[in-house]
């Protein structure tokens, strides 16, 4: 069992900068896939960004695409920075971790990953 907590949520204007924080524990690490995910109210819960087992490898959604950046240090630790955040950011924001590289699965689909964490409120005020 892997277990995810994220930090670093909280309420913010629009235009500022937040980084999400995802730490992971449990057994044994190796070759986890790494994702972000978003839920807004009454919405499905949606892709934001990707990061392989090695971290050369990123992906985002076109929405947050040169805003927001996906990074690891594989001491177990997942982050999201998030510039330049506007209203439609608003949303619970869920790290996913999948025990296979992106490159052999559809990391874009929130049915593909295996463990996630509790979420983290991120409100974006206009």
């Known amino acids: 069992q892997v277990q995810l907590v994220e930090s670093g949520g909280g309420l913010v204007q629009a235009g500022d900068s937040l980084r999400l924080s995802c730490a992971a524990s449990?057994?044994?690490?190796?070759?986890?896939?790494m994702a972000w995910f978003r839920q807004a109210p009454g919405k499905e819960r949606e892709f934001v960004a990707a990061i392989s087992w090695s971290g050369g490898r990123t992906d985002y959604a076109d929405s947050v695409k040169g805003r927001f950046t996906i990074s690891r240090d594989n001491a177990r630790n997942t982050y999201l920075q998030m510039n330049s955040l506007k209203p439609e950011d608003t949303a619970v924001y869920y790290c996913?971790?999948?025990?296979?590289?992106?490159?052999?699965?559809?990391?874009?689909?929130?049915?593909?990953?295996?463990?996630w964490g509790q979420g983290t409120q991120v409100t974006v005020s206009s």
């Open positions: 996913a971790a999948e025990p296979h590289d992106i490159y052999y699965f559809n990391y874009r689909g929130r049915n593909e990953y295996d463990y």
């Open positions: 449990g057994r044994t690490f190796s070759g986890y896939s």
